[in-house]
């Protein structure tokens, strides 16, 4: 606890705690909270949440713990911390909760209940994935793991050819590829359980995650240069990991790219070629050029969207150029990933035309981390507050036979009995409840840190009352609740 939350703080008209209006308290005073946190700023600076999914996740927020309904934002006394000093910052909660919704959502379909060790399948979206030797559909299906509990993305390619057998040894060198930029592959497996013979591969689940194909044909592609350059920058570190490790993609394109709300980049087909065989002739130092020329590719499909970026000489077919609002930068990185003069395509090389963007891609990453361990500082101390509740829930209003039946109603006991309807029944002065938030969290966080400031207690009748600190309460509560312990084994 800071030196200012420990400052005494002047006693203001008390709360009414009665079940009946009380005209001689005053009303509770209205203010206005400090400015909000604005810590998303730039680590999110393009993240949307699509219409249909957040109508979605609002829908369940009747029933699901995942949205937290706050108090209004004039209805603390200013004494009290606002709302987002206890609570995770409300556009970062919203994001969090929409991708805990999507992550534990199951969708009606002809799907088997459980493949394998997982279960609850629930279909994502079916991609034409499109190569030199040929074209693979597959289906992309979250399930969750009976092993782990956690959810999977298992990516099926239905109809295998009973002469092609697939290679599931190859799988075990890509599980030990890690990237930021990868949904990284746990398994492989061939099943019966959809009708046919198909190949399941289990990677990563990423919520609320597309193909760059789906949201390209959906127009929902950001066109800006600041942008592209992530894509690259994000593509060029996976496949810098997946090169280290003697690797590589051979299948990369924009209906095996992901890409979530927040545009985070994914490669969703690490190990399919290896599996399936595809393209065995070829080295993987061939490969590996593929892999860096198909960034190139996807960038053609990226800036083909807009007439600016076609150019047609001589009647010859129009081709894909940047427009004049691109900088040269990234003009020479098209053409250096585009031309097929090009003799090597490196990472160096990649890095070296991106410049100082790689620097500003490094520093969202920083803020993003920075935001989330701000917000986490906020939820660390829930367990606390879950263990001083438990205590006063222990102790207040027992009705039991080992106890005493007044043992809760008098001493220390009924200090507590007050400062539990003090926090938690408290109405205003037309006797309406106040379900209050902030005046829980802030009244629970001083009784744990035994705080020296004062708190007027009322009884219910409203002919008594007391001016005690919460450090004098927080005794109360540990004395009883270790006299409730000294009664019996059965306490942990």
């Not at 379909?109 to 493949?115: E, N």
């Not at 799988?171 to 013979?197: E, K, Y």
């Not at 600016?308 to 990933?337: D, T």
């Amino acid at each position: 606890m800071s030196a200012d939350e420990r400052r005494e703080t002047p006693i203001k008209a008390p709360l009414s705690v009665s079940r009946r209006p009380a005209k001689h308290h005053n009303h509770i005073e209205q203010w206005r909270p400090a400015q909000t946190q604005q810590v998303l700023g730039s680590s999110f600076p393009e993240m949307k949440i699509r219409d249909d999914e957040a109508s979605k996740a609002e829908d369940a927020s009747s029933t699901d713990d995942y949205f937290m309904l706050l108090p209004p934002e004039n209805s603390h006394p200013p004494h009290i911390q606002p709302t987002n000093y206890f609570a995770v910052n409300e556009s970062l909660r919203r994001v969090l909760a929409c991708e805990m919704h999507a992550a534990n959502s199951v969708t009606e379909s002809d799907l088997p209940f459980q493949v394998h060790n997982y279960y609850s399948l629930s279909p994502l979206e079916t991609v034409e994935i499109y190569d030199v030797s040929g074209s693979v559909k597959q289906q992309a299906i979250k399930a969750q793991s009976i092993s782990d509990g956690r959810h999977y993305t298992l990516n099926r390619i239905p109809n295998l050819q009973p002469n092609k057998k697939p290679e599931l040894g190859a799988i075990d060198r890509w599980r030990q590829v890690q990237s930021p930029c990868l949904a990284r592959v746990h398994g492989a497996f061939i099943t019966h359980a959809f009708g046919d013979n198909s190949l399941v591969i289990v990677r990563d689940f990423k919520p609320l995650a597309v193909s760059l194909e789906n949201r390209i044909a959906e127009g929902r592609v950001p066109e800006s240069e600041a942008f592209l350059w992530s894509v690259v920058l994000q593509l060029t570190s996976a496949l810098n990991a997946v090169h280290t490790a003697g690797l590589a993609v051979q299948m990369l394109g924009v209906s095996t790219i992901l890409i979530s709300p927040a545009n985070r980049v994914y490669i969703a087909c690490c190990g399919l070629a290896d599996v399936l065989s595809l393209r065995a002739g070829h080295g993987v130092d061939v490969a590996q050029q593929g892999d860096l020329r198909s960034i190139g590719q996807i960038l053609r499909l990226l800036l083909d969207r807009n007439p600016e970026n076609m150019v047609s000489i001589h009647s010859q077919p129009p081709v894909v150029v940047p427009g004049p609002r691109f900088s040269p930068e990234f003009k020479e990185l098209f053409g250096y990933l585009n031309h097929q003069l090009t003799p090597v395509v490196s990472v160096e090389d990649i890095l070296r035309l991106a410049g100082s963007r790689v620097l500003a891609e490094l520093d969202a990453a920083r803020r993003e981390a920075d935001l989330v361990v701000d917000n986490l500082r906020l939820e660390m101390a829930n367990g606390r507050l879950v263990r001083i509740l438990c205590k006063i829930n222990f102790i207040t209003e027992r009705s039991d036979g080992i106890m005493d039946p007044e043992w809760s109603e008098t001493g220390d006991r009924y200090l507590i009995k007050l400062f539990r309807d003090y926090v938690f029944h408290m109405v205003d002065g037309n006797g309406k409840p106040v379900a209050d938030m902030a005046h829980v969290v802030g009244n629970l966080n001083k009784l744990d840190s035994g705080s020296h400031d004062k708190v007027m207690l009322m009884s219910r009748d409203e002919k008594s009352c007391l001016i005690v600190s919460y450090a004098e309460i927080k005794r109360c509560v540990e004395d009883a609740y270790q006299e409730l312990r000294s009664l019996t084994k059965t306490w942990t």
